[in-house]
């Protein structure tokens, strides 16, 4: 059964359901490139990660504490090993993952070890210098 998933933000961005997908179809590819296993979609992780880029964005900055604490945010999901990348200021997806994909810290993030979860999320906010704010959260 195919996730339905449709997410509009509070200030003019938006995920849809393919969208989402062809992010966790780049990630599994990057996963893949580098032997590991391909990670999927997934609705919960997707909502984490927009209200983390909703966060960013009526903040207006780029912070793992602009939600709230990642590990108070992760923890009702229950999981051994979850991390989240972060970014702002790319619109398309993938300069976000080449990114993240060049910094050590978000390349770690993305090849987790026994990842099998993954949800992206962007906000688009006008006002910002940075124009697009980015959350991605990958769990076991």
Do not use: C
């Amino acid at each position: 059964m195919k996730l339905l998933f449709l997410a509009l933000t509070l200030v003019f961005g938006f995920t849809t359901a393919s969208g989402a997908a062809d992010y966790a179809g780049s990630i599994s590819a990057y996963r893949r490139a580098n032997r590991m296993p391909a990670v999927r979609l997934d609705a919960k992780l997707n909502a984490m990660a927009l209200k983390q880029a909703e966060a960013m964005s009526a903040t207006g900055s780029v912070s793992h504490s602009a939600g709230g604490s990642f590990f108070t945010r992760i923890a009702p999901l229950k999981k051994q090993r979850a991390a989240e990348n972060i970014g702002a200021g790319f619109i398309a997806f993938a300069e976000m993952l080449k990114q993240w994909e060049n910094s050590p810290g978000h390349r770690e993030n993305l090849l987790m070890p026994g990842a099998k979860r993954v949800g992206v999320a962007f906000v688009d906010n006008p006002k910002s210098p940075y124009r697009r704010f980015w959350a991605m959260v990958i769990t076991d």
